[in-house]
Protein backbone atom coordinates (compact mmCIF):
# COMPACT_ATOMS: atom_id res chain seq x y z
CA UNK A 1 0.00 0.00 0.00
CA UNK A 2 1.66 2.93 -1.60
CA UNK A 3 -0.15 5.38 1.48
CA UNK A 4 -1.61 7.05 -2.16
CA UNK A 5 -5.73 6.87 -2.24
CA UNK A 6 -7.76 6.85 -5.69
CA UNK A 7 -11.53 6.98 -6.20
CA UNK A 8 -13.68 5.82 -7.51
CA UNK A 9 -12.05 2.31 -8.70
CA UNK A 10 -14.04 1.77 -11.49
CA UNK A 11 -16.09 4.40 -13.84
CA UNK A 12 -18.20 3.46 -16.62
CA UNK A 13 -20.22 6.06 -18.43
CA UNK A 14 -21.25 7.53 -21.82
CA UNK A 15 -19.47 9.87 -24.13
CA UNK A 16 -20.58 13.47 -23.86
CA UNK A 17 -20.48 13.11 -19.71
CA UNK A 18 -18.41 14.57 -17.23
CA UNK A 19 -16.66 12.52 -14.20
CA UNK A 20 -14.70 13.37 -11.55
CA UNK A 21 -11.59 11.04 -10.20
CA UNK A 22 -10.35 12.14 -7.12
CA UNK A 23 -6.96 11.39 -4.98
CA UNK A 24 -5.87 11.79 -1.64
CA UNK A 25 -1.91 12.16 -1.48
CA UNK A 26 0.47 10.35 1.47
CA UNK A 27 0.52 11.86 4.62
CA UNK A 28 2.87 14.88 4.06
CA UNK A 29 3.25 14.65 0.55
CA UNK A 30 2.92 18.15 -1.03
CA UNK A 31 2.84 16.98 -4.95
CA UNK A 32 0.60 15.18 -6.74
CA UNK A 33 0.46 14.43 -10.10
CA UNK A 34 -2.12 12.79 -12.62
CA UNK A 35 -0.80 10.40 -15.56
CA UNK A 36 -3.00 8.06 -18.27
CA UNK A 37 -2.23 4.63 -19.03
CA UNK A 38 -4.21 4.33 -22.47
CA UNK A 39 -4.57 0.22 -23.46
CA UNK A 40 -2.01 0.95 -26.58
CA UNK A 41 0.57 3.20 -24.20
CA UNK A 42 2.33 3.33 -21.52
CA UNK A 43 2.26 5.96 -18.77
CA UNK A 44 1.73 9.35 -19.73
CA UNK A 45 1.80 12.35 -17.67
CA UNK A 46 -1.17 14.72 -17.41
CA UNK A 47 -0.38 17.75 -15.03
CA UNK A 48 1.52 18.32 -11.75
CA UNK A 49 0.48 20.34 -8.50
CA UNK A 50 2.74 21.62 -5.69
CA UNK A 51 0.85 22.87 -2.73
CA UNK A 52 -2.40 24.18 -4.45
CA UNK A 53 -0.44 25.37 -7.34
CA UNK A 54 -0.20 24.25 -10.85
CA UNK A 55 3.26 23.10 -11.50
CA UNK A 56 3.95 21.32 -14.47
CA UNK A 57 1.14 20.11 -17.51
CA UNK A 58 2.08 17.63 -20.00
CA UNK A 59 -0.37 16.38 -22.81
CA UNK A 60 -3.49 17.13 -21.09
CA UNK A 61 -6.61 17.83 -23.48
CA UNK A 62 -7.98 21.36 -22.99
CA UNK A 63 -11.72 19.06 -21.91
CA UNK A 64 -9.30 17.55 -18.88
CA UNK A 65 -9.06 20.20 -15.96
CA UNK A 66 -7.20 19.35 -12.84
CA UNK A 67 -6.93 21.18 -9.02
CA UNK A 68 -5.58 20.62 -5.68
CA UNK A 69 -7.58 21.95 -2.94
CA UNK A 70 -6.00 23.50 1.13
CA UNK A 71 -6.25 19.94 2.28
CA UNK A 72 -3.98 18.95 -0.75
CA UNK A 73 -6.29 16.17 -2.13
CA UNK A 74 -6.79 16.46 -5.63
CA UNK A 75 -9.37 15.96 -8.67
CA UNK A 76 -9.51 15.53 -12.16
CA UNK A 77 -11.92 16.57 -14.52
CA UNK A 78 -13.03 14.82 -17.71
CA UNK A 79 -15.48 16.35 -20.09
CA UNK A 80 -17.12 15.52 -22.91
CA UNK A 81 -15.94 12.39 -22.55
CA UNK A 82 -15.14 10.20 -26.11
CA UNK A 83 -14.74 6.46 -26.35
CA UNK A 84 -10.45 7.14 -26.69
CA UNK A 85 -11.03 8.25 -22.98
CA UNK A 86 -10.79 5.27 -21.78
CA UNK A 87 -7.84 4.06 -19.94
CA UNK A 88 -6.46 3.70 -16.61
CA UNK A 89 -6.15 7.25 -14.38
CA UNK A 90 -3.36 7.16 -11.97
CA UNK A 91 -2.24 9.41 -8.91
CA UNK A 92 1.03 10.15 -7.25
CA UNK A 93 2.73 11.92 -4.95
CA UNK A 94 5.73 13.25 -3.75
CA UNK A 95 7.05 14.95 -0.45
CA UNK A 96 8.37 18.02 -3.14
CA UNK A 97 7.93 18.71 -6.84
CA UNK A 98 11.55 18.36 -7.75
CA UNK A 99 12.56 15.74 -10.30
CA UNK A 100 14.83 13.98 -7.87
CA UNK A 101 11.89 12.81 -5.40
CA UNK A 102 10.39 9.34 -6.14
CA UNK A 103 7.13 9.41 -6.74
CA UNK A 104 4.25 7.23 -5.46
CA UNK A 105 1.34 5.67 -6.55
CA UNK A 106 -2.27 4.84 -6.35
CA UNK A 107 -4.06 2.01 -7.32
CA UNK A 108 -5.73 4.03 -10.38
CA UNK A 109 -9.13 4.61 -11.78
CA UNK A 110 -10.56 2.26 -14.64
CA UNK A 111 -12.58 4.93 -16.72
CA UNK A 112 -14.78 2.81 -19.62
CA UNK A 113 -16.58 5.63 -21.90
CA UNK A 114 -18.94 3.42 -23.84
CA UNK B 1 8.50 10.99 -30.19
CA UNK B 2 9.26 8.25 -27.34
CA UNK B 3 12.25 9.99 -25.48
CA UNK B 4 12.65 6.75 -23.16
CA UNK B 5 12.62 3.01 -25.20
CA UNK B 6 12.06 0.03 -23.25
CA UNK B 7 12.70 -1.84 -26.81
CA UNK B 8 12.06 -5.58 -24.74
CA UNK B 9 8.18 -6.00 -24.32
CA UNK B 10 8.70 -9.32 -22.22
CA UNK B 11 11.40 -11.51 -20.36
CA UNK B 12 11.27 -14.94 -19.27
CA UNK B 13 13.98 -16.00 -16.55
CA UNK B 14 14.02 -18.89 -14.34
CA UNK B 15 14.04 -18.63 -10.75
CA UNK B 16 17.48 -18.37 -8.96
CA UNK B 17 19.15 -16.79 -12.37
CA UNK B 18 19.96 -13.17 -13.31
CA UNK B 19 16.95 -10.39 -14.87
CA UNK B 20 18.34 -7.68 -16.43
CA UNK B 21 15.79 -5.01 -18.13
CA UNK B 22 17.19 -2.75 -20.53
CA UNK B 23 15.84 0.89 -21.18
CA UNK B 24 17.35 3.61 -23.58
CA UNK B 25 16.79 7.41 -23.78
CA UNK B 26 17.00 10.32 -26.51
CA UNK B 27 16.96 12.97 -24.30
CA UNK B 28 20.61 14.04 -22.78
CA UNK B 29 18.53 16.34 -20.54
CA UNK B 30 17.62 13.71 -18.22
CA UNK B 31 19.35 13.67 -15.37
CA UNK B 32 17.17 11.04 -12.89
CA UNK B 33 16.07 7.58 -13.46
CA UNK B 34 13.75 5.32 -11.95
CA UNK B 35 12.48 1.84 -12.19
CA UNK B 36 8.86 0.75 -11.52
CA UNK B 37 7.31 -2.55 -11.41
CA UNK B 38 3.56 -2.89 -11.84
CA UNK B 39 1.53 -6.23 -11.02
CA UNK B 40 -1.99 -5.86 -12.35
CA UNK B 41 -4.73 -3.84 -11.12
CA UNK B 42 -2.58 -1.70 -8.60
CA UNK B 43 -0.63 1.50 -9.39
CA UNK B 44 3.56 0.97 -10.10
CA UNK B 45 5.48 0.62 -7.18
CA UNK B 46 9.13 2.65 -6.63
CA UNK B 47 11.57 0.18 -7.20
CA UNK B 48 15.16 1.91 -6.97
CA UNK B 49 16.68 5.37 -8.82
CA UNK B 50 19.67 6.71 -9.90
CA UNK B 51 21.49 10.54 -10.64
CA UNK B 52 23.12 11.36 -13.64
CA UNK B 53 26.35 11.47 -11.21
CA UNK B 54 25.93 7.83 -10.68
CA UNK B 55 26.92 4.73 -13.21
CA UNK B 56 25.43 2.22 -10.63
CA UNK B 57 22.87 1.83 -7.65
CA UNK B 58 22.56 -1.06 -5.68
CA UNK B 59 19.60 -1.73 -2.80
CA UNK B 60 19.34 -5.57 -2.17
CA UNK B 61 18.65 -7.88 -4.98
CA UNK B 62 18.48 -4.88 -7.48
CA UNK B 63 21.01 -2.88 -8.99
CA UNK B 64 20.53 0.05 -11.77
CA UNK B 65 23.51 0.53 -13.89
CA UNK B 66 23.47 3.93 -16.47
CA UNK B 67 25.70 4.44 -19.03
CA UNK B 68 25.20 8.09 -20.09
CA UNK B 69 27.42 7.93 -23.11
CA UNK B 70 25.24 4.98 -24.54
CA UNK B 71 22.22 6.95 -23.05
CA UNK B 72 21.02 3.44 -21.63
CA UNK B 73 20.58 1.65 -18.88
CA UNK B 74 19.85 -1.55 -17.35
CA UNK B 75 18.03 -3.31 -13.59
CA UNK B 76 19.64 -6.43 -12.33
CA UNK B 77 17.74 -8.43 -10.45
CA UNK B 78 19.77 -11.21 -8.81
CA UNK B 79 18.41 -13.74 -8.28
CA UNK B 80 15.50 -13.44 -9.89
CA UNK B 81 12.19 -15.35 -7.73
CA UNK B 82 8.87 -15.75 -8.61
CA UNK B 83 7.62 -13.01 -7.04
CA UNK B 84 8.95 -10.61 -9.20
CA UNK B 85 6.92 -11.43 -12.61
CA UNK B 86 5.18 -7.93 -13.40
CA UNK B 87 5.52 -5.35 -15.51
CA UNK B 88 8.61 -3.14 -15.21
CA UNK B 89 8.73 0.30 -16.10
CA UNK B 90 11.64 2.81 -16.49
CA UNK B 91 11.14 6.02 -16.15
CA UNK B 92 13.33 9.40 -16.28
CA UNK B 93 12.92 13.27 -15.32
CA UNK B 94 15.20 16.33 -16.22
CA UNK B 95 15.77 18.95 -13.87
CA UNK B 96 13.75 22.00 -13.14
CA UNK B 97 12.09 24.34 -15.60
CA UNK B 98 8.88 24.07 -16.97
CA UNK B 99 8.99 19.64 -16.26
CA UNK B 100 9.49 20.00 -12.95
CA UNK B 101 8.73 16.27 -11.34
CA UNK B 102 7.43 15.29 -14.82
CA UNK B 103 8.39 11.51 -15.34
CA UNK B 104 8.43 10.38 -18.96
CA UNK B 105 7.99 6.33 -18.80
CA UNK B 106 9.01 3.69 -21.05
CA UNK B 107 6.37 1.22 -22.44
CA UNK B 108 7.04 -1.51 -19.82
CA UNK B 109 8.80 -4.92 -20.13
CA UNK B 110 7.10 -8.20 -18.54
CA UNK B 111 8.82 -10.07 -16.82
CA UNK B 112 8.35 -13.53 -15.83
CA UNK B 113 10.57 -15.99 -13.28
CA UNK B 114 9.46 -19.53 -13.91
CA UNK B 115 9.95 -21.42 -10.83
Known amino acids: DSGVTQTPKHLITATGQRVTLRCSPR?????VYWYQQSLDQGLQFLIQ???????AKGNILERFSAQQFPDLHSELNLSSLELGDSALYFC?????????????FGPGTRLTVL | DQQVKQNSPSLSVQEGRISILNCDYT??????FLWYKKYPAEGPTFLISISSIKDKNEDGRFTVFLNKSAKHLSLHIVPSQPGDSAVYFCAASVPGGTSYGKLTFGQGTILTVHP
Open chain 2, 27 to 32: NSMFDY
Open chain 1, 92 to 104: ASSVAGTSWNEQF
Open chain 1, 49 to 55: YYNGEER
Open chain 1, 27 to 31: SGDLS
